[in-house]
């Protein structure tokens, strides 16, 4: 693996509000643009190191140079129920983009949903438009299981969303095909 996961660290505001200036950091989230000051950048990085067992913000980092690149998360984590919900992956730093670090990261954060945490269920939200995302989805195991139509407003227009979910088994299987390619 080429990156690897950890807690947040409070000077990490800093990446992600430079990563908000970037046009194209926008349209590969589902949510709209926003102008976000470096202190509420601040603030919400603070928000999310104390956040409850519900909520699990992790940095994205590279092993070579422990350069944060992005970050994902898995929120509304529900023990009873054994599940939670993967909130989406940002890697904010262009550089990165498309040579496989968003699917490493995906896959390290599914390995401690499923080996650490004992999840039955990770499910998330794809944008209609982010083709390539729902690939990556599709080709990490994730399955299709529905569509909420019309569920976003953005770039002046509405958008569907994506409702995929991998299940303990699913990931099983995802596990076999990564350790036989090392």
Excluded at 148 to 170: A, N, Q, W
Aim: with cysteine; aromatic share 14%; glycine share 8%.
């Amino acid at each position: 693996m080429k990156v690897y996961l950890r807690a947040f660290e409070p000077d990490d505001y800093k990446r992600i509000n430079a990563w908000r200036k970037d046009e194209e950091f926008y349209r590969l989230v589902g949510g709209p643009k926003r102008f976000v000051s470096s202190e509420r950048d601040r603030k919400w990085v603070e928000e999310k190191i104390s956040s409850g067992e519900n909520e699990i913000y992790l940095a994205i980092c590279l092993h070579e140079t422990h350069e944060l690149i992005g970050y994902l998360s898995l929120s509304a984590i529900d023990y009873r129920n054994s599940r939670a919900d993967w909130s989406g992956i940002v890697i904010g730093e262009r550089a990165y983009r498309g040579h496989g670090y968003a699917s490493q990261a995906i896959y390290l954060m599914l390995e401690y949903a499923f080996d650490e945490l004992d999840l039955e269920r990770v499910s998330g939200m794809w944008l209609d438009d982010h083709k390539i995302s729902t690939f990556v989805g599709q080709m990490l195991g994730f399955r299709q299981e529905g569509v909420l139509r019309s569920y976003v407003y953005k770039g002046g227009r509405r958008h569907d969303m994506i409702v995929m979910s991998m299940l303990k088994e699913d990931f099983r299987a995802l596990k076999a095909r990564y350790a036989a390619h090392r």
